[in-house]
């Protein structure tokens, strides 16, 4: 019976502890760091796989530490946004980014947003940097890294990546591919590349 009582207090202080106290589960950058929020009308992701495009960003930050140098970068891509820009034919082009946009491929509907939430920014030279971080595709992560200029003029910021490769299919994505497991008869004697070449130019201002 003692026993008892004594589990009982001990679950009840356990209780009122847990339900006092409000956990701070938000991320606190390093004091004195500096935030530049994306002009995502100036901002763009570029993609070239056989054919070229562009997509454009929901949102993103790119944050700096006291002594100017990166800290962080984290982008949402509007995958709604996919844009072909080489094909001239109105009906052809907007063929190829409807299908794009289907469950076959990006499944927009399904997954509005892709990511990039960067690991590490390491720098290799003057204003050249070292990118590395998770490309987020249908909620799936893959680690990819790739190289880029960093350069603030007063109170803006701007980002220039050089030409970097991803594989769709370490995201799942087969369709047309010449390496899927099972493919659909309607994908007999036609080949989509696996590799998708992008690069991006991003323009930010600071966060007031």
């Known amino acids: 019976m003692k026993n008892y009582i004594l589990l009982l207090l001990i ?6 502890l847990l339900l006092g106290s409000t956990p701070d589960n938000s991320f606190q950058y390093p004091k004195n760091s500096t935030i530049y929020l994306i002009d995502t009308g100036k901002s763009v992701l570029h993609w070239d796989c056989h054919h070229l495009g562009n997509l ?38 907007g063929t190829l980014e409807n299908v794009l946009k289907s469950e076959e491929f990006f499944d927009v509907e399904k997954y509005p947003e892709a990511q990039f939430e960067s690991h590490s920014i390491t720098k290799i030279s003057k204003d050249n940097y070292k990118f590395i971080g998770d490309f987020i595709i249908f909620g799936n992560g893959i680690c990819s890294e790739f190289e880029g200029t960093i350069r603030v003029k007063k109170d803006s910021l701007y ?39 992008l690069h991006t130019h991003i323009a930010a201002y600071k966060k007031k």
């Open 11 to 16: 679950a009840t202080v356990l209780t009122v």
């Open 56 to 93: 454009s960003f929901k949102e993103g930050e790119i944050v700096l530490s006291q002594n100017k140098e990166p800290i962080s970068m984290n982008l949402i891509i509007d995958m709604n946004s996919i844009k072909n820009i080489d094909i001239d034919n109105e009906l052809l082009q």
């Open 159 to 197: 980002v220039n990546t050089k030409i970097f490769m991803i594989d769709r299919t370490d995201w799942g994505l087969f369709y047309v591919s010449a390496n899927n497991p099972t493919p659909k008869k309607e994908e007999t004697g036609f080949v989509v590349t696996d590799t998708i070449l």
